[in-house]
T-cell receptor, first 116, second 113 residues
Framework: DAGVIQSPRHEVTEMGQEVTLRCKPI?????LFWYRQTMMRGLELLIY????????DSGMPEDRFSAKMPNASFSTLKIQPSEPRDSAVYFC??????????????FGSGTQLSVL | GENVEQHPSTLSVQEGDSAVIKCTYS??????FPWYKQELGKGPQLIID?????GEKKDQRIAVTLNKTAKHFSLHITETQPEDSAVYFC????????????FGKGTKLSVKP
């Protein structure tokens, strides 16, 4: 398997523009997570899905952020409108439920987002 | 909710020396403690994990210890090599709480040849 695939790797946009980040999880994994990484706040969970259904979106910072998972092999994270403070690295990760609890996350390479 | 503190934030060692990174957690219900390694330009990768029914786990040069009473766990890397240079994250989660893996802020490890 190629692992978790994210696109684009880098995105530079202007404030107010719409940004769409894409993720293809590992085949067979039934959990998908979106994380944001910044120097100040570290790795923050934004939202996660189980079997394509959003389970917890309490980490989504504002209504400007939305995420979808139309099928088991694709998810998007959209920011509309984008702001400079959204600049960060966004990671997608997938996992499969382990019997004893907890999950082994497999991360993609991330999307470096810069909002000017 | 769970809070994970990680120390130190940066660590520099000579090649061949040992490195130790420590984490504390707040939620006594936490029972799963993974460690991730993040190399420059890449996503974090799981390197080792431990569950609350185990006190220590080893995998070649890497070991993790857990003290449930004190609510802390540590990563030990022996005979460090330059390729061990990376940012290391600890994390904690509790049984039945898929999706609530809480990460520490990370430790940047530099191994000098």
């Amino acid at each position: 398997d190629a692992g978790v695939i994210q696109s684009p790797r880098h995105e530079v946009t202007e404030m107010g523009q719409e940004v769409t980040l894409r993720c293809k999880p590992i085949s067979g994994h039934d959990y998908l997570f979106w994380y944001r990484q910044t120097m100040m706040r570290g790795l923050e969970l934004l939202i996660y899905f189980n079997n394509n259904v959003p389970i917890d979106d309490s980490g989504m910072p504002e209504d400007r952020f939305s995420a979808k998972m139309p099928n088991a092999s694709f998810s998007t994270l959209k920011i509309q409108p984008s702001e400079p403070r959204d600049s960060a690295v966004y990671f997608c990760a997938s996992s499969i439920l382990m019997g004893q609890g907890g999950e082994k996350l497999f991360f993609g390479s991330g999307t470096q987002l810069s909002v000017l | 909710g769970e809070n994970v503190e990680q120390h130190p934030s940066t660590l520099s060692v000579q090649e061949g020396d040992s490195a130790v990174i420590k984490c504390t957690y707040s939620d006594s219900a936490s029972n799963y403690f993974p460690w991730y390694k993040q190399e420059l330009g890449k996503g974090p990768q799981l390197i080792i994990d431990i569950r609350s029914n185990v006190g220590e786990k080893k995998d070649q040069r890497i070991a993790v210890t857990l003290n449930k009473t004190a609510k802390h766990f540590s990563l030990h890397i022996t005979e460090t090599q330059p390729e061990d240079s990376a940012v290391y994250f600890c994390a904690a989660s509790s049984r039945g709480s898929q999706g609530n893996l809480i990460f520490g802020k990370g430790t940047k490890l530099s191994v000098k040849p």
